[in-house]
């Protein structure tokens, strides 16, 4: 099984470590910050997230800049809080299940829970960080589109939307659940989390052209699979982005996951759920298709982390100061003893 995974993972970059992608991103960023005159000129391309790093913004001060319209009903939950002061928050708010449960701050869908009831909320250690808690949306279409405007300007661009096929298998009406995961790549990454979570299923046969869904999480580290809409790009869509970016005073530059009832309505501006807002820090994840060529995926990071830098530069402009070291070392130090805490 060791040796299957890890040809997979060879066979297809987008299995590859993180810093793989970012290796050249890391030169072009000296070269940069030596025309910024600082190495963090970044923490200024969003100068309405003020307290992160790059990986680091809490996911509940960003998603409050999205109107109320456009998101779901979500609640902050500090860390410590009881069982019990987490249902009269979910009370409250008139939020029901099933609820989805992340870390205020995240790691690529790491700790990220679907809860059905609240027995569920039991296996979360709310000890540790805090989270937030959201209103499941159950709208059929998941998808990430990467926006960013320039802060004179009355429009943005565009350059990425991503399609999220969630992990599923389809019964032939002669293997096994298990066998059927072991026939998929991308299932088959996920095979000791899916065997704890379908137990149950795992030795029976799955009716012919029966879909099972393996994942309700639409991330790439889950088996969430990422495929290139860019083809989808319009000025209608443009449009709904445009409108969105100046109601979100100081955003511009980022992803929103997003939850929509159709393509057609996302165009129209109606019936969709930012689920999360992505700054700095966001990545252009149609480049994960597996598909794209990782030559492709270098030179658009590297373009983007440029459209990052000119918009930090604009904004010193208009008065933004960059962080000196001191603050952004606080910074980091802060989300590294964050992530350590929180995996523990």
């Known amino acids: 099984m060791k040796w299957k995974r890890w040809r997979i993972k060879m066979t297809s970059w987008e299995y590859w470590p993180m810093w793989v992608l970012y290796v050249p991103v890391v030169f072009q960023h000296f070269y940069l910050a030596l025309k910024a005159k600082s190495l963090f000129f970044f923490l200024k391309v969003n100068p309405a997230i003020k307290e992160g790093f790059i990986l680091s913004d809490e996911k509940y001060t960003s998603l409050k800049l999205v109107p109320e319209e456009n998101r779901p009903k979500t609640i902050l939950i500090e860390k410590g809080k009881s069982l019990s002061d987490i249902s009269d928050a979910l009370k409250k708010n008139a939020i029901e299940f099933p609820i989805i449960v992340k870390p205020n701050i995240g790691f690529r869908g ?4 679907l809860c059905e009831k609240v027995d569920d909320l039991k296996g979360i ?4 960080t805090s989270y937030i808690i959201q209103e499941y949306i159950d709208f059929p279409v998941e998808v990430g589109v990467f926006y960013y405007r320039f802060p004179n300007s009355l429009s943005g661009f565009i350059p990425s939307i991503t399609l999220k096929e969630f992990l599923s298998i389809t019964g032939d009406g002669i293997s096994t659940f298990s066998e059927l995961i072991e026939q998929k790549p991308r299932a088959f990454l996920q095979y000791d989390k899916l065997k ?5 299923t795992w030795d029976k046969v799955i009716p012919k052209g029966e879909i099972i869904k393996l994942e309700n999480i639409g991330n790439h580290n889950r088996g969430t ?3 290139n809409g860019n083809h989808i790009i319009d000025e209608a869509l443009l449009k709904v982005f445009d409108e969105l970016s100046f109601k979100m005073k100081g955003f511009y530059f980022g992803r929103f996951d997003i939850r929509t009832s159709s393509i057609a309505d996302l165009k129209k501006g109606k019936n969709f759920k930012i689920l999360e807002v ?3 820090g966001a990545e252009a994840t149609h480049i994960y298709d597996p598909n794209y060529r990782l030559l492709d995926a270098w030179r658009e990071t590297l373009f983007l982390w440029r459209i990052a830098f000119n918009i930090a530069m604009e904004n010193k402009q208009k008065g933004e100061q960059f962080p000196v070291f001191s603050d952004a070392k606080k910074r980091y130090l802060q989300y590294k003893n964050y992530k350590k805490v929180a995996l523990s």
Not at 110 to 113: D, H, N, Q, W
Not at 196 to 200: A, G, K
């Open 125 to 128: 250690d709310f000890n540790k």
């Open 196 to 200: 704890n979570t379908f137990f149950d």
């Open 225 to 227: 699979k990422f495929i």
């Open 110 to 113: 790491v700790l990220v829970k």
């Open 278 to 280: 992505n700054g700095v």
